[in-house]
Structures are given as structure tokens and as C-alpha cells.
């Protein structure tokens, strides 16, 4: 048996709604690897800039909502102002983000993407893509759903409301 074959198996039908803790073991550490290959193409292409993972999250949720305040990137991230001030910092001063001062709230800060920075995000996102379209295709659309909906119930309701309303998605 194929070693997709034996994952179907594992992992089909009614056996899900029965998981052994062996199972979810296997689906503990999948995720792990997966995530670990996810980023591996990103990784590579930050390290050669002395970025890493919060500089690359950065700049795709600033391309994903241009003009978002730094409060609405800190409340998607969940990170502390301090860490999310260092990265932006560095992101500025390379010339990847643009911070402009609100027009209503002098106080509020807009980021944008430059030029370059939009650059960046598109080598990125374009490995990242390249990686999930390749998997999609491999599992087939009802695995794909499955996948998705699997993600979503995983997420923290408050996060998942915010992923829905951003991404179009029924609650």
C-alpha cells in the first residue's frame, strides 16, 4: 500500500470520528512537518536578507490590507508592540514598508508596501503558492475542503470570525 494510501486509510470514514490518540499523534506531527516545508521556501529567501518569519508575516498581512494601522497588524499578529515595532522598524529602514500618519488620527499609523516590499512579498507568496497549489492538486478538491474546514475549526472563535470576514468566508 501506497504511503497516501495508507494515510487515506488511517484517516478515513468513520475512524475520525473515533481518533485514537496514536492518531492524532501522526496529525500533530503532520502538521509540524507540513509547517515545516511551508516555510522552508520563504526561510530561504529571507535568510539571504536577515529577515525571518515575524518580518515575512509582516509584510503579507501589510500587502493583504494596504493602509492597515499598526493596532489592527498587532491584533492579527498577536504579538507585543515592542516586537512588532522592531520589525517594522527594520522593514522601514530597508525601504519595504512606507509608514504614513493618519489623516484623521494624527496618532494612527497606515502602512503600505513600497515597491520593493511589494517585491518581496510577491517571491514569498509566489513560493508559498507554488507549494500549496502542488499539495491541492495532489489531494484533490474534497480533501482540499476537508483541509479548510479542519484549519478553521481549529482556530480560536474570535480568530476564526476575523479569517472569515477577512477572506469573504460564511461564519
Do not use: C, W
Not at 508592540?81 to 519595504?96: E, F, I, M, W, Y
Not at 504614513?100 to 502602512?111: F, N, P, S, W
Not at 508559498?128 to 478538491?141: E, L, T, V
Amino acid at each position: 500500500m501506497s504511503e497516501r494510501g495508507a494515510a487515506n486509510t488511517a484517516f478515513s470514514g468513520e475512524s475520525l470520528l473515533f481518533l485514537t490518540d496514536e492518531q492524532l499523534r501522526r496529525g500533530i506531527e503532520a502538521m509540524f512537518f507540513a509547517y515545516r516545508g511551508f516555510t522552508a521556501d520563504p526561510d530561504k529567501i529571507l535568510q539571504g536578507q536577515a529577515y525571518g518569519r515575524a518580518h515575512h508575516r509582516a509584510i503579507h498581512f501589510i500587502n493583504r490590507s494596504p493602509g492597515t494601522t499598526v493596532n489592527n497588524l498587532l491584533a492579527i499578529l498577536g504579538v507585543t508592540k515592542q516586537s512588532l515595532n522592531r520589525v517594522l522598524r527594520t522593514l522601514v529602514d530597508d525601504g519595504l514598508v512606507e509608514s504614513r500618519v493618519g489623516t484623521r488620527d494624527k496618532r494612527e499609523r497606515h502602512l503600505y508596501l513600497t515597491g520593493e516590499g511589494t517585491d518581496l512579498e510577491r517571491a514569498l507568496s509566489n513560493a508559498q503558492r507554488h507549494r500549496m497549489r502542488a499539495a491541492f492538486r495532489a489531494a484533490g478538491p474534497e480533501a482540499v475542503a476537508g483541509f479548510r474546514t479542519v484549519l478553521e475549526a481549529m482556530m480560536d472563535p474570535e480568530l476564526r470570525r476575523q479569517y472569515l470576514a477577512t477572506t469573504g468566508g460564511e461564519p
